[in-house]
């Protein structure tokens, strides 16, 4: 079983940015396909990015794709997003996912990942 530990969310001031890390353990060696989502109160699991499992393909949301940066590092098990020009609606808790067991995500909604961490609180001020 694969256990994900996201890190790195902050108080940081509008305008800043940020790097949040993904480190996976569990299954040494294996690599999966990874994905960023973030969650607001009281709504639903939102897509920000996905990246495959050798890192050579990314996909973005359109509503961060200028600002966000999906990235990994398969030698430390570790994945990164990357995040520019925050602002105080960008304030949620962030999560990463993996697909360890499904295809290749085609709407890349949370249901097509199967794994996930417990998030990270980013909180942006104005």
């Known amino acids: 079983q694969v256990q994900l530990a996201e890190s790195g969310g902050i108080l940081v001031q509008a305008g800043g940015s940020l790097r949040l890390t993904c480190v996976s353990s569990?299954?040494?060696?294996?690599?999966?396909?990874m994905g960023w989502f973030r969650q607001f109160p009281g709504k639903e699991r939102e897509f920000l990015a996905h990246?495959?499992?050798?890192?050579?393909?990314?996909h973005y949301a359109d509503s961060v794709r200028s600002r966000f940066t999906i990235s990994r590092d398969n030698t430390r098990n570790t994945g990164y997003l990357r995040m520019t020009r925050l602002q105080p609606e960008d304030t949620a808790v962030y999560y990463c996912?993996?697909?360890?067991?499904?295809?290749?995500?085609?709407?890349?909604?949370?249901?097509?990942?199967?794994?996930w961490g417990r998030g990270t609180q980013v909180t942006v001020a104005s």
């Open positions: 996912a993996l697909i360890t067991t499904g295809p290749p995500p085609t709407t890349y909604s949370a249901h097509e990942y199967d794994s």
């Open positions: 569990g299954r040494p060696g294996a690599t999966y396909s």
């Open positions: 990246i495959n499992a050798d890192g050579s393909s990314t």
